[in-house]
């Protein structure tokens, strides 16, 4: 468990799921993530999201805001999957609940895995990407102390190439950028 400010990063229980569903199950969520998923796919997700951390110790949690004990989103460490040119590296990501957003959630969360992934893990870099286009979470890694690393933006392999969503852009973080530290 990790704790900020405002918020708490644990591992999901079975009482998140509903509030872990609707997230997912929102498109304007799943419209940078691949698509808006049902319930079915959210639990599965869930249950990956569950191997990962017990095979790592570490990997994709839920935010739990402490003022009112809700869960609005999702943070983490997590490998990249096998499929991207990355693969295998860590990488830190974030959802959160619409709801959530523009209040700093986001960055509090990911500044904090950062921290984690250096302080405890000893991860000697992370990176994080999106979609292009997704300025938004561009502007997140950014305050988190990441620097693009435009030498491995790449296209995603699962999307069509046509897709405004495909070209990707990577952000890294290194523990000696110390940018996470910050409030930036």
């Not at 700093?104 to 000893?122: D, P, S």
């Not at 979470?137 to 933006?153: E, L, N, T, Y």
């Not at 995603?156 to 405004?164: I, Q, T």
């Amino acid at each position: 468990m990790i704790e900020t400010d405002r918020l708490v990063l644990r591992p999901a229980v079975e009482r998140d799921h509903p509030a872990v569903a609707a997230m997912n199950a929102d498109p304007q969520v799943g419209y940078w993530l691949g698509g808006a998923r049902d319930a079915a796919a959210s639990a599965l997700f869930l249950e990956r999201c569950a191997e990962h951390i017990a095979r790592h110790g570490f990997g994709f949690w839920v935010v739990e805001r402490k003022a009112d004990r809700q869960v609005i989103g999702m943070t983490g460490l997590w490998h990249a999957p096998d499929n991207l040119p990355e693969a295998g590296k860590v990488e830190v990501g974030w959802r959160f609940a619409a709801e959530a957003w523009g209040q700093g959630y986001a960055t509090e969360a990911g500044r904090a895995a950062l921290a984690h992934g250096f302080k405890v893990l000893n991860l000697a870099e992370i990176l994080a990407w999106t979609a292009r286009p997704n300025l938004k979470s561009q502007a997140v890694m950014r305050r988190i102390g990441m620097v693009p690393a435009p030498d491995r933006d790449f296209d995603h392999p699962s999307l069509a190439a046509d897709d405004p969503l495909r070209p990707h852009v990577v952000f890294v973080a290194r523990p000696q950028d110390e940018g996470y530290f910050r409030g930036r």
